[in-house]
Each structure stands twice: as C-alpha cells, then as structure tokens.
C-alpha cells in the first residue's frame, strides 16, 4: 500500500487531482480507449474536484474521453433533491468539466427494480472495460462508499442498510435531523471497488485517524471495509497530517523516508 502524507487538505487534494490528471494523460498517450474513473462523494473529495475543475477550465485536461462511474447513491432520494448524490456531483464536478453527459454513470436509488439497477451497473463498468482509477473516500469507521463494517470483502454493487453512525454522521447534511437521512443506499461493493486496475484513497482530518490507523497497521477486516486496500496490488492512501495522527511514529517515517526516495 501506498502512503502519502501531505500536510494539509488542500495539498493532499492537488495531489490527488494532479495524480489522476497524470493518469488520464498517460492512457491518453498509448491508446485511444477511454479512461474510465470510479469517483466519490462527500465533502472529502470536494477540493480534488475544485483542482480537476481548474485544470480542465485551463486547459490542462480534458474529460472528453473519460467514463466515470459513481460509488453511491441514496435509495428513495429524489435526484433533484439538493443532497442526492446526483446532484452533489453535477454542482461539485460534472457542470464544470468537459465529461459527456452519456459517459455519466450513477447509481439510480429510485430504480423500480433496485437488484437489476445494481446488475446492470455491474454490468456497464465491465462493458466500460473495467476501473482505471477508483478514487474513494472513507467514513469515520472506514467504510469505503457505503460498504458499512460487516460487508464482506467480496461484495459487489448491492442495497444497503446504514448504520445508525453513518446516520448521525450524514444528518449535517440534512439540516440535523436524522430522520431525514435515508436508511438504504446503492453501493458498489468492497470487490467492485478493489476490482479497478488502481484504487486512490483520500482521508483527511482528525475524525479519519482511527480508521486509518486500523486499516493501514491492522489485519484486512470485515469491520473497516477501507483495510481490504491491503489486498490490492496498486492502493494509495492520500492523507494531511491530522488523518496520520494515530499511525505508529515508525510506520509514519517509514512512508515519509519512501516518498523523500522516490523524489529524489
Ligand atoms: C458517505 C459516502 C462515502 C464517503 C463518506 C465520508 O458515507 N457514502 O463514499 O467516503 O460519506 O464522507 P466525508 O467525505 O464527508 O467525510
């Protein structure tokens, strides 16, 4: 596994975004296939998606051929509600990049049948060639999009039932009340995920600690659905300094010493 360690959010962000750009330019240069991205929601990803934005609207990088394939969606949230995964990421990335709109894919959490939106999902990413680059966040608890603790390691793209935590802790975003927040989502699975060719992992803030600190140093576990990144040839983590604040002085210099290397 892949650690970097950058002092803030924002400086942890640029490198995501520039990292990605750098991803999409070098499959550019060998092949005209398209490149197709696995993207998150939540308010960690927000500034990668600021920089993507900047670069596109100057020009650095260009979404026209990239694919992308969303992590999450709530289940019986309208699509136009201001908190629908739909319409996080047309206001926080798709309205201001240059993707086409038929090369958007997110999880419809209003499906009639929601077991054959979830195949058909499966279904397009492998149509799609497979995830390039699953670029993801984590919860308080380590779920990665919404694999709670107890999905298994092999899940694929499925409903699912939140925990109260992931309820309480998504509440801010419905003004508080948690019985606004809805009880099952659309995920991609912990394998859906870890099925991408490379996986990038953001995790910022002191909330985040816990969870990285058990999934970085601990064993591959059911409870923290981030720790099966272990399993994946090419997985990064992306923190600031505050998300490595419960890592073992040791395993902290250890990744610090193997990045200064690498850049040398
Ligand atoms: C939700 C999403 C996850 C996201 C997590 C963390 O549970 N389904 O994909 O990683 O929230 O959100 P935040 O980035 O706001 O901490």
């Not at 629908?84 to 997110?106: C, T, V």
């Not at 939140?162 to 995920?187: C, H, K, M, Y």
Request: aromatic share 10%; hydrophobic share 40%.
């Amino acid at each position: 596994m892949r650690i970097i360690i950058r002092d803030t959010y924002s400086e942890g962000s640029v490198w995501a975004a520039h990292y990605i750009a750098d991803r999409i330019r070098e499959k550019a240069a060998r092949t005209s296939e398209p490149f197709v991205l696995g993207l998150p929601t939540g308010s960690t990803p927000i500034a990668t998606y600021d920089e993507l934005a900047r670069m596109v609207a100057a020009g650095e990088i260009s979404f026209k051929n990239v694919i992308s394939f969303n992590m999450d969606e709530y289940v019986g949230l309208p699509e136009s509600h201001p908190e629908s995964y739909h319409s996080f990421m047309f206001k926080n990335l798709f309205s201001r990049i240059d993707e086409p709109r038929e090369n958007i894919h997110i999880l419809n959490g209003n499906a009639p049948d929601l077991q054959a939106e979830c195949r058909a999902y499966e279904r397009a990413i492998e149509e799609a060639g497979g995830i390039d680059l699953f670029l993801g966040g984590i919860g308080e608890d380590g779920h990665i999009a919404f694999n709670e603790p107890f999905s298994s390691i092999y899940s694929r793209t499925r409903v699912v039932t939140l925990t109260d935590d992931t309820i309480r802790v998504n509440s801010r975003f419905f003004g508080g009340d948690e019985s606004l927040v809805p009880r099952q989502a659309l995920s991609v699975g912990v394998a859906t995920v870890l099925s991408a060719k490379e996986v990038v992992i953001l995790a910022f803030g002191p909330k985040k600690a816990r969870a990285i600190r058990d999934a970085v140093e601990g064993g591959v576990s059911h409870t923290n659905t981030v720790s099966a990144l272990q399993l994946h040839q090419f997985g990064t983590i992306v923190m600031d300094e505050l998300a490595a604040g419960e890592l073992k002085v040791n395993s902290y210099n250890y990744f610090k010493a193997v990045e200064a290397a690498e850049n040398r």
